[in-house]
């Protein structure tokens, strides 16, 4: 059984940086498709951004967060800096156990397994 597990929100202000974590166990993590979303309240899960071999974005973040990987302790990471108010929402891990290379997999109906989500804050 595949579970997935985020962790690292909380509250900072805008300009500021958080690094979130997502810790998979169970299945062959090297060979997963990880993606983060978010969802503010009120509007639809968003994609953020995912790594297979390399990592891809979504527009509102892209030269700011960056997503990485590490296969050995079965970890992905979402690095965010510069953090606006309109950054604030849930961050989900979520996880696909096969991808295709040169395939971008941005939408939510992609993935398996999800994480309970994370509350990232950005003040004004």
């Known amino acids: 059984q595949v579970q997935v597990v985020e962790s690292g929100g909380g509250l900072v202000q805008a300009g500021g940086s958080l690094r979130l974590s997502c810790a998979v166990s169970?299945?062959?993590?090297?060979?997963?498709?990880m993606g983060w979303f978010r969802q503010a309240p009120g509007k639809e899960r968003e994609f953020v951004a995912a790594?297979?071999?390399?990592?891809y974005y979504g527009d509102s973040v892209k030269g700011r967060f960056t997503i990485s990987r590490d296969n050995a302790k079965n970890v992905v990471y979402l690095q965010m800096n510069s953090l606006k108010p309109e950054d604030t929402a849930v961050y989900y891990c979520?996880?696909?156990?096969?991808?295709?290379?040169?395939?971008?997999?941005?939408?939510?109906?992609?993935?398996?397994?999800w994480g309970q989500g994370t509350q990232v804050t950005v003040s004004s």
């Open positions: 979520a996880a696909r156990e096969r991808y295709y290379p040169g395939r971008y997999y941005k939408n939510p109906d992609e993935y398996v397994y």
């Open positions: 169970g299945g062959t993590f090297s060979s997963y498709a």
């Open positions: 790594i297979t071999r390399s990592g």
